[in-house]
């Protein structure tokens, strides 16, 4: 039980990563390093009590300093799409850079996943916790404010991996802050997720354009294979022919989620009948991005795997993609002084 340190290699400016292994008192264990705060291994038991790693990654630190699939990552200081990497603030115009075509994606090119932060290890009502902050500087990717950045992990008895995101600026700036886990239920070496079962709740999504951008429209789910409102095969209807799916190459999405923002509540379940386990999502946060894996192509990953298209899936608890165009969805926007809370939990479980 409790947090072990290791050396994690260093960065190329020498700087030493560290890589926690948080243990619950059921034996399984998650690992992160400072490095992007990146979730780099989950590992808990099936159906019949095996332990197996239920989230893509590598094994070493330069993998990760190439990844391009934001493997585990924090993201930040904004996750998801702006279109036209660039925003306006009060009457100002902000540029951030552009690493997606015209457009900003996940932070940028030296987004918070590709930083090194501090890490502690703190008490908390469910024992220890993994501390990571890091200054965001002011003009970093073109962002305004220096924002002071912290995510505390914590792996309970229950097996949830609780995160708890705050932020401060010392000017108005905008924060949205995500982790971008890729799952396997099975196991992250087991190929396919489409025979999972997903459910997402919310009846309603933001559609996008062909730079996979929300276009402000809000729609329903019903009738559309966007419909998760009851667990359903994520490739049960991953190859219709339809409009948002083509755009995407299949689900990559934004959903609303009807909470009230204050405690986390339940956002998206996803049931794997091959080794029984479960993982629920929990969040403060108003949307949820499910991303299938799409641009996955032959990436070799942790103990030789190689992951393919669709090997893993993501759920990104966050601000509408776009947000700051589109007035009517929630406001990323964070006041001078003010502080940024969010709260988003995976709990696993297994079914008989
Ligand atoms: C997010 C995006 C996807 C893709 C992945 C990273 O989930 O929504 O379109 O960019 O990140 O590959």
């Not at 794997?272 to 029984?276: A, P, V």
């Given at each position: 039980m409790g947090i072990e340190r290791m050396p994690f290699g260093k960065t190329a400016d020498g700087k030493e990563v560290s890589r926690f292994k948080l243990t619950n008192a059921a034996g399984a264990y998650v690992q992160i390093i400072n490095y992007g705060g990146i979730i780099t291994a989950i590992n808990l038991p099936d159906r019949e009590g095996r332990l197996g790693d239920v989230v893509l990654g590598y094994d070493s630190l330069e993998e990760y300093v190439q990844d391009r699939n934001y493997f585990g990552a924090i993201i930040g200081r904004t996750a998801n799409r702006t279109e036209n990497a660039c925003f306006e603030l009060e009457g100002v115009e902000y540029k951030l850079g552009k690493n997606e075509g015209n457009n900003h994606l996940h932070g940028g090119v030296a987004g918070f996943n590709k930083a090194l932060w501090d890490a502690e290890m703190v008490g908390s009502k469910d024992g220890e916790s993994l501390l990571l902050s890091y200054l965001g500087k002011d003009g970093e990717e073109g962002y305004p404010g220096n924002l002071q950045a912290r995510v505390r992990y914590t792996f309970t008895d229950k097996n949830e991996l609780v995160m708890e995101y705050g932020a401060i600026s010392d000017r108005d700036t905008v924060v949205n802050l995500t982790n971008h886990s890729y799952f396997n239920l099975s196991g992250h070496q087991s190929g396919s997720v489409l025979g999972h079962k997903l459910m997402i709740c919310g009846d309603r999504f933001t559609p996008i354009d062909s730079a996979l951008i929300p276009s402000g429209e809000i729609r329903s789910v019903a009738g559309t294979p966007m419909d998760f409102m009851e667990l359903t095969a994520i490739g049960a209807r991953i190859g219709w022919d339809d409009g948002q799916l083509l755009h995407a190459g299949g689900y990559d999405h934004n959903w609303i989620l009807g909470n009230g923002g204050k405690v986390p509540e339940k956002a998206a379940e996803v049931v794997?009948?091959?080794?029984?386990r479960v993982l629920e999502v929990f969040t403060t946060k108003p949307g949820i991005q499910f991303y299938s894996g799409n641009f996955l192509d032959s990436v070799l990953g942790k103990e030789g795997a190689l992951y393919g298209k669709r090997s893993g899936f993501c759920l990104e608890t966050q601000y509408f993609p776009n947000s700051m165009k589109h007035k009517h969805f929630p406001s990323p926007v964070l006041k001078a002084g003010e502080e940024y809370r969010s709260t988003t939990i995976y709990r696993f479980s297994v079914v008989a």
């Open positions: 794997d009948e091959t080794s029984g």
